[in-house]
Every structure is written in structure tokens, then in C-alpha cells.
């Protein structure tokens, strides 16, 4: 193939992964721009730290039901529609939040993000998955991680600049994600159905063949034959998915999605400047400081990106495991002894360290690979809803066990189950590197 066709392929392919992980760029936005004006939003409506939390929270009911209903359509429909379907939720999201002129309301608004949220993380890691070669999928794949972080901090530099001042500041923090919500959904119509969701659910050969064509013309044929069904499982519906034949894979998403959550990962990303402050930090530090953790995040992110495909899943989460072991114990001794300053900010930026080079750069990667074609949309959504249902619990009760229990005993208990987490990815986690998903389904389904 002459150079200049390759590289065009290869610039196509990019901006199509590009453009969906932009989905996780919203995600990663509404996710976190509620950091900098929950204290606002509690003031402004006299809600108590348990309705404060169902506040925080409702975006996280809205992402388990849209973790759990995501890849019905993303099955029935296809990956395509059901993308652009979300940059609409985003874009309802941002514009009811920001002229909420209730509590409810704004929960209202809050849910339908959360419903963007869920069905994202199924649909986007998906799609990116089945359109990546081999030897790139985790890379691109991993793309959607780095936009959430992206998202994250965007959202905290956006809250800093929008600043605390003014009583409509917290309108404008969450009102601002309907810019890119209209980008993303613009650029989708440039994006082409999955060509395996096109075999394997339409049976429409030449919609697959054309899609396949602008990615690799040399492996065409190839990869036609690859994506019919290696194991000879043809079967389709939620009701096969929950036959017993996908067990293993099933029981890997669990754990891989519930060890992401008992991190504490989003205890910090929702509470940052609550915890920050609690610490000794001023208002204005710790929104600082919070900012300081989004380029953490993003910049370790990148450096996972860069190593996925060339060390490994596991590698990273042995590198990930290990860091949050440390840092956490060290948050929880720091709240213990009475540690003011600057050292639990630097300990929170070693805690987001590890979360980007491990289970941030993972598990969506990991997730979407270690599911057979037929049914890969519901083991997506089996593990996105339940690292949701784990999220929308820690940051529900966050406020209320924060108050109850201090930050000592909670950091502690995240630290004893990154402990457990290190003993997965060494006993049951397996690799995943470089190996088609075709040929991870007839290792991981017998």
C-alpha cells in the first residue's frame, strides 16, 4: 500500500476513535464539574449532607440505568446511533442543570447526565474496540480514559476560573459542557458503523467489507472470516448471555469494575476541595489543588496510553495496585496523626497517580476485550453498571460516613481493598495484550 494511502487509513481510524472517546470527554466533565460548586448548591437550597450527597449522587443513578438499558440499543440499533443519542442527553444535561431553579430540578437534570454517563462508558470503549487492530486496541481503545481525565480537567480548571464569587457561579460551571456536547455530536455524523455489529447482527457483508476497507484494505477478507464467530457461538439476547457460557468473562468484569470503585477514586474526584479543605487547605487553595489533580490525572493517563500495548494489562495494574496501597495509607495516617499542609494534596496526586496508570488506563480496554462479539455490548454494560453502582454508593455516603467516621478510617478501608485488588490481577486477571478479540473469546469461552 503506497505511504500516503496508509498514513489517510490511519489518520481515519484515529479520528474515529478521536471522536467517540469524546464521549468520554463529557463523561468526564459532568463527572467532576459538580466538585466546585456542591458547597454553593447546599448553601443556596439549605440541604443537609445526606440530601447534599443524593444531589452529588443522582448522576450516578443515572449512569447505573444507563450502564444497565446502554447496550440494548447499542445491540438493536447499532453502536452509531446509540452515540449520538448520548451527545443529545449530554446536551439536555448541561443546559436543564445550569437553569435549574430547584433542587429536584436540578436533579432531574443531573440523572439524565448520568444516563449520558453509563450508556458512554458501554457504547464508546466498545465501538473503539471492534473498529482497532490488534496490536493498537489497547492505545485506542485507552483513548477514552484519556478523554475522561481530559474532561476532568477541563472541568476543574473551568470551576477555578469560573471562580466561587457570585451566586449564579455554579450555573455557569455546569451549564458550559453544552459547548462540546454540540461538537461531539456534530462530528459523530463523520463516524461509520462498527463493521462487526454490522456482520454480526445485520449479517451486511459489504456495509462490513466498506468500513474494513478504510481501515486496512490488505486484511479485508481476513478479517471477515476472523469476526464470523470463531467458537461457533451464534447466539443472540441477553438470555444467552446469562446461560453460563460467558462465566468467566462475567465474573472478571465484576470484580475488575467493583475493585475500580472501592479505590475511593470518586470520593476524590466528587469531594476533592471538601476533602482538601478539611486538611487545613483554604477555599481558593483547594480548588487549586483540585486542578492540580486533573493534570496528574491526565499526564499519567498519557504515560499509560504509551505503555499499554507494549507491557501489558497487568503490568500496569501491578504498577497501579502498589501505588494505591501506599498512597492511600498514607491519607489515612495523615487524617489519623492530625497531618496538616501540603501533604495530603501531594499524597492524592501519588493516589490519582496510580488510578491513571492502572485501573484508569485499563479497564475500559480490558473490559471490552474479554467479550465475545455476540454479546459484548451486555458484558459491557454488565461491567459499566456495576462500577456505577459502586460509584453512586461511595459518593452517595461519602458526606454522611465522612461526618460519622472522619477521613482516617475511610482511606484506611480503601487501602485494604487495594490489597485485595493486587491479589486479582495476580491470581485471576489474564493478558489481553496484543491477542484479537477473536482469539481472547475462544481462550476465555469454553
Not at 16 to 23: C, E, F, M
Not at 136 to 156: E, S
Not at 378 to 400: C, D, E, K, Q, R
Amino acid at each position: 500500500m503506497p505511504k500516503i494511502l496508509y498514513c489517510m487509513k490511519v489518520s481515519k481510524l484515529l479520528f474515529w476513535s478521536v471522536t467517540v472517546a469524546l464521549g468520554g470527554f463529557l463523561f468526564g466533565f459532568d463527572t467532576a464539574v459538580i466538585s466546585g460548586g456542591e458547597q454553593a448548591i447546599q448553601q443556596l437550597w439549605q440541604l443537609s449532607d445526606i440530601l447534599l450527597g443524593q444531589v452529588v449522587a443522582m448522576g450516578l443513578y443515572g449512569t447505573i440505568v444507563g450502564a444497565v438499558l446502554g447496550g440494548i440499543p447499542a445491540e438493536r440499533f447499532g453502536r452509531r446511533p446509540t452515540l449520538l443519542w448520548i451527545g443529545i442527553l449530554f446536551l439536555a444535561c448541561s443546559v436543564g442543570s445550569g437553569v435549574a431553579s430547584s433542587a429536584e430540578m436540578l436533579m432531574f437534570f443531573r440523572f439524565i447526565g448520568g444516563l449520558a454517563v453509563g450508556a458512554s462508558s458501554v457504547v464508546a470503549p466498545l465501538y473503539i474496540a471492534e473498529i482497532a487492530p490488534a496490536a493498537r486496541r489497547g492505545q485506542l481503545t485507552a483513548l477514552f480514559q484519556f478523554n475522561i481525565v481530559l474532561g476532568i480537567l477541563v472541568a476543574y480548571l473551568s470551576n477555578w476560573l469560573i471562580g466561587t464569587e457570585g451566586e449564579d457561579a455554579w450555573r455557569w460551571m455546569l451549564g458550559v459542557m453544552a459547548v462540546p456536547s454540540i461538537v461531539y455530536g456534530v462530528l459523530m455524523f463523520f463516524v461509520p458503523e462498527s463493521p462487526r455489529w454490522l456482520l454480526t447482527h445485520r449479517n451486511d457483508v459489504e456495509g462490513a467489507r466498506r468500513v474494513l476497507e478504510q481501515i486496512d484494505a490488505t486484511a479485508v477478507e481476513a478479517s471477515l472470516e476472523a469476526i464470523r464467530t470463531p467458537t461457533g457461538d451464534r447466539g443472540q439476547g441477553l438470555g444467552h448471555f446469562l446461560s453460563g457460557k460467558f462465566n468467566r468473562p462475567i465474573v472478571l468484569a465484576f470484580l475488575f469494575a467493583f475493585f475500580n470503585q472501592v479505590s475511593g477514586i470518586n470520593a476524590v474526584i466528587y469531594y476533592a476541595p471538601r476533602i482538601l479543605k478539611e486538611t487545613g487547605l483554604g477555599e481558593e487553595a483547594a480548588l487549586l489543588s483540585t486542578a492540580g489533580i486533573g493534570v496528574i490525572n491526565l499526564f499519567f493517563t498519557m504515560f499509560g496510553l504509551g505503555l499499554i500495548d507494549r507491557y501489558g494489562r497487568r503490568f500496569l495494574m501491578y504498577i497501579g495496585s502498589v501505588g494505591y496501597i501506599i498512597s492511600l495509607t498514607g491519607v489515612a495516617m495523615a487524617f489519623f496523626f492530625d497531618w496538616s499542609g501540603w501533604l495530603v494534596p501531594i499524597l492524592l496526586f501519588a493516589f490519582i497517580a496510580a488510578h491513571a496508570i492502572g485501573q484508569g488506563a485499563v479497564i475500559w480496554v480490558f473490559i471490552s476485550e474479554i467479550f465475545p462479539n455476540s454479546v459484548r455490548a451486555y458484558g459491557n454494560s454488565l461491567g459499566s453498571s456495576t462500577h456505577w453502582v459502586f460509584a453512586a454508593m461511595i459518593a452517595g455516603l461519602f458526606p454522611y460516613f465522612n461526618g460519622l467516621l472522619g477521613g482516617g478510617v475511610i482511606f484506611a478501608f480503601f487501602a485494604v481493598m487495594m490489597v485485595f485488588q493486587l491479589l486479582f490481577v495476580w491470581r485471576m486477571m489474564p493478558e489481553t495484550k496484543g491477542v484479537s478479540l477473536e482469539e481472547l473469546e475462544q481462550r476465555l469461552i469454553k
